[in-house]
């Protein structure tokens, strides 16, 4: 879409947001450039000039644009955009938008799972499970604190494994025989808690979204259960629905 429709149902400031947004999304406007002036807009697509500040405005509120005093209106450094619809690791989700991906282990080991995880990695509660809590960053930048709870013939041989340099999925399907058929997700909207407010270098009361997300391995067999707290302000999740015919 790069026409604004006079007549229809949409809005046209909402019409030249989603122009906009297209622009970012092909890469003719990269993070960092200087965007055209509201009369500028105004001029190319025939509408006013309140009409282009209103869609400026609701972009900058929405952290995809940032104004700055007597100079303009930039792009912000992308989201990172996750795909609801591919079964992907961060390592793949980051490394997708051309960032390096980068992991602290913040706690390694094998602990009983308590009733909760048991129920859903289908084990008797108390069974040792090997539980993992990194920090997930991107070209240095904390993005997401990640717990995961894993349960497999064998899954304490991940006490020796550097998890720092290693993706947790890619040792998972190349070095234990666990292929990852799908995974489950579920994703809720909350604050980033004090704790992770340290870890992520966010302000306290930033927005935070949360995972959790059961991956199966063959026969259907539940191998991992994550909860994720990522940072909102840096994050999309990204779905593309189709409509039943
Ligand atoms: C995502 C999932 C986690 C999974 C991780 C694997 O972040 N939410 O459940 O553990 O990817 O990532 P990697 O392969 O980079 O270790």
Known sequence: MSTIFRKGPLPRYYQLKEIMREKMRIGEWKPGDLIPSERELGEVYGISRMTARQ??????NEGLFYREQGKGTFVSQHKITQQLIHL????????????????????AKMVPADEKIAQIL???PG???FCLQRL???DEEPLAVEQSHLHFKGCERLLEEDLEKNSLYRLL???YGQPLMFAEQELEAGLVSEENT???NVPLGSPALFTRRTTYSERDIPIEYARSVYCGSKYTFYT??????
């Open 55 to 60: 869609a400026i405005t609701e972009l900058v």
């Open 88 to 107: 992907t690791g961060f390592t793949e989700d980051i490394g997708a938008r051309g960032q390096r991906p980068g992991t602290k282990v913040l706690s």
């Open 122 to 124: 289908r084990l008797e």
């Open 127 to 129: 069974e040792l499970i």
């Open 136 to 138: 997930r960053l991107a």
């Open 173 to 175: 399907e190349t070095k």
């Open 198 to 200: 340290l870890l992520l």
């Open 240 to 245: 593309s629905l189709k409509r039943d015919q």
